[in-house]
């Protein structure tokens, strides 16, 4: 999983005790976040950073990006199991 974030130049989270901020929970609707199968951790300024177990899914950051009038979306790496179960 390491490996794979480098290549994808994204950083890599287990998300064992990993707490959405409720400003980011608000921004990001579920059933958005239960599709792109990503989880929304923290926003600040214009910045949303969420964790992602498909490196390769780029249509997910620029919906989101582009449906809530985010400038940046940050995406982090994390096991699939991880982000299924948050």
Request: aromatic fraction near 2%.
């Amino acid at each position: 999983l390491q490996a794979t974030a480098e290549v994808h130049g994204m950083t890599m989270a287990t998300l064992d005790d990993a707490k959405s901020t409720p400003e980011a929970l608000k921004l990001v609707p579920q059933n958005m976040a239960e599709l792109y199968k990503m989880v929304p951790l923290s926003v600040e300024g214009e910045t949303l950073t969420v964790a992602m177990s498909d490196p390769n899914n780029l249509q997910a950051l620029d919906d989101i990006r582009n449906f809530l009038g985010i400038r940046t979306v940050n995406a982090v790496l994390a096991p699939k199991a991880a982000v299924d179960a948050l």
